[in-house]
């Protein structure tokens, strides 16, 4: 499996979660990275993606100004810090290269709970 997610869990609405995916078998550096989300009985979904170390990233409408996706090529991950949770972000969080997806990991689960 290419990607293991992880850092998950349930939080109060208004709460944080800072997510991780590591990637093996490839070096992210030279691929766009995004995370994507499915919540139960939806598709999945775009949520962020980022080109590079100092480029610009991208959010779906829902996500820009409160969650933050991040690299950290040396260790071949990135990162979504999620913030001011609601309990429509409840889903499981997955990352992929972008435009040249790999088979999906486990997702980590993020649950928002009133």
């Known amino acids: 499996v290419p990607f293991v997610e992880s850092g998950g869990g349930l939080v109060q609405p208004g709460g944080s979660l800072r997510l991780s995916c590591v990637a093996s078998?490839?070096?992210?550096?030279?691929?766009?990275m995004a995370w994507y989300r499915q919540a139960p009985g939806k598709e999945r979904e775009f949520v962020a993606r980022?080109?590079?170390?100092?480029?610009?990233?991208d959010y779906a409408d829902f996500a820009r100004g409160r969650f933050g996706i991040s690299r950290d090529d040396d260790r071949n991950t990135i990162y979504l810090q999620l913030n001011d949770l609601k309990p429509e972000d409840t889903a499981i969080y997955y990352c992929?290269?972008?435009?040249?997806?790999?088979?999906w990991g486990q997702g980590t689960q993020v649950t928002v709970y009133v």
């Open positions: 980022i080109r590079g170390i100092s480029v610009p990233t």
């Open positions: 992929n290269r972008q435009n040249s997806p790999l088979e």
């Open positions: 078998g490839f070096t992210i550096s030279g691929y766009v």
